[in-house]
């Protein structure tokens, strides 16, 4: 294979682009650049060149050809020739290593957006740099030699807003492709489950004004990222009421959020373990653990309440730490459950706690019979550990300081009665017999 005298053909910056044609008409030409060039170098680098030198056609017969480009392509498009040449680039800067990104896939030269992909990874990131990566094109941002920055650029926004509720407000001007690299986290501490799907309707209604578009970008793009078995059933009525979804799929998320909610708990770890569902039904670092509750309303208002702690959420409680529920409630009434490590007041030492809390602060006044148990080995079922009635007048809360009658060391012990699994499950019962 030859060298041979390269023409290049640049179009103003009204022109068309050449779309890695070679062959492309113009009518408007700015200005024309003559390079030497080896062709042998260029077809080892480049399946493009590989193909236009040897592919027959005229142009491989000729000492010269004719490249057409946007004016707004030279700079970024002599670099690619440079380092396809010496395998560097005299650059640094994010917004011409882009350009020369773009232009190493117009002309299939990976080696040479591998390398753009690892220099702009080694760049600050801002919450603009990784919005640009990822609004690649889809050719661009698939590609292998790329994937690292797309996904540094996920893992960016994902950092960033991983307290949602703090930023909000800024993150409701993020555009599509960055909300999906948020929400796809399994790190964000949000309240629950709740908060991100109000979040998502949030967003979209400020987006997407067009009720028919906000329901194709909600449907398509945004409800696959929202777990909703990890949602309250107070939410997931409100779901299948949203007037922004699509009735048949809210339907079918619904059902299938209440079906994992009822079912045993070992097939929950294992569809929360499986990688082709885990993002679907793994937990996020909710602020408020998530409860399954049970309603009952005769012959008196009940309802029950199940809470599962890992026994690595319980070592974090010590020396002093408490984890809060989710609310739940019982006829009209807020209430939630908080497990604490607590000094016990009469023989010194640590142990674990169980409380019972309202919500609502005020005047309200609800007399509750309540009765807390935990599934203990080797038999599984659940054994009464504390019960009694207390009346709330809101605010308040009511509880056992040591619910297992031991020392922490023993409660955290790998062969304690108390963890099945390495879970701890636990169970509240309310029943209001008074008016």
């Keep these: 294979m030859h060298s041979f005298y390269w023409i290049l053909s640049l179009l103003g910056e009204d022109g068309e682009s050449s779309d890695s044609s070679w062959s492309m008409e113009c009518t408007q030409i700015l200005n024309v650049k003559s390079i030497y060039i080896s062709s042998a170098i260029l077809a080892a680098k480049s399946p493009f060149f590989y193909k236009l030198f040897s592919n027959g056609m005229k142009e491989s017969d000729q000492r010269h050809a004719t490249l057409r480009i946007t004016a707004s392509e030279e700079n970024a498009l002599m670099e690619l020739l440079s380092f396809m040449y010496s395998g560097k680039l005299t650059t640094n800067q994010p917004t011409l290593l882009l350009d020369i990104l773009m232009i190493a896939d117009k002309f299939e030269v990976v080696s040479c957006m591998r390398h753009c992909s690892q220099l702009l990874r080694s760049l600050p990131m801002t919450t603009e740099s990784a919005l640009l990566y990822l609004d690649l094109p889809s050719s661009i941002s698939m590609a292998t030699a790329v994937q690292p920055l797309t996904d540094t650029a996920k893992e960016f926004l994902a950092n960033k807003y991983k307290d949602l509720t703090k930023f909000q407000d800024e993150a409701m001007t993020i555009p599509l492709a960055g909300i999906e690299a948020i929400l796809w986290s399994n790190d964000l501490q949000v309240a629950s489950e ?14 997407y004004p067009k009720l028919e578009e906000r329901r194709e970008i909600l449907g398509t793009r945004l409800l696959p990222l929202v777990r909703f078995c990890h949602m309250t059933c107070r939410k997931l009525r409100k779901v299948l009421a949203c007037s922004d979804l699509d009735h048949e799929q809210a339907t079918k998320c619904v059902t299938e959020a209440l079906l994992y909610k009822a079912d045993a ?87 674990f706690g169980l409380f019972l809390g309202m919500q609502e602060k005020g005047s309200t006044s609800v007399t509750v019979d309540y009765e807390f148990a935990a599934r203990t080995r080797p038999s599984g079922e ?25 020392p922490w060391p023993s409660f955290m012990a790998d062969d304690s009665l108390f963890f099945i699994d390495g879970v701890l499950h636990l169970r509240a019962e309310l029943t209001i017999k008074q008016p």
């Design 194 to 207: 709740d908060a991100i799907y109000d979040f998502v309707i949030k967003w979209a209604r400020a987006q």
């Design 265 to 351: 708990p070992h097939r929950q770890r294992a569809l929360a373990a499986d990688v082709t569902t885990c993002r679907k039904y793994a937990e996020r670092a909710y602020k408020y653990r998530p409860l399954k509750v049970v309603e009952f309303d005769r012959p008196y208002p009940q309802c029950i309440a199940y809470l599962d702690l890992k026994r690595e959420e319980c070592s974090r409680l010590f020396p002093s730490g408490r984890i809060y529920s989710q609310a739940f409630h019982l006829a009209g009434q807020g209430f939630f459950l908080s497990a604490h490590c607590n000094m016990d007041q009469q023989s010194a030492f640590h142990c």
């Design 382 to 406: 659940f054994v009464s550990k504390y019960k009694g009635y207390y009346t709330f007048t809101g605010g308040k809360a009511v509880g056992y300081r040591n619910l297992f009658a031991i």
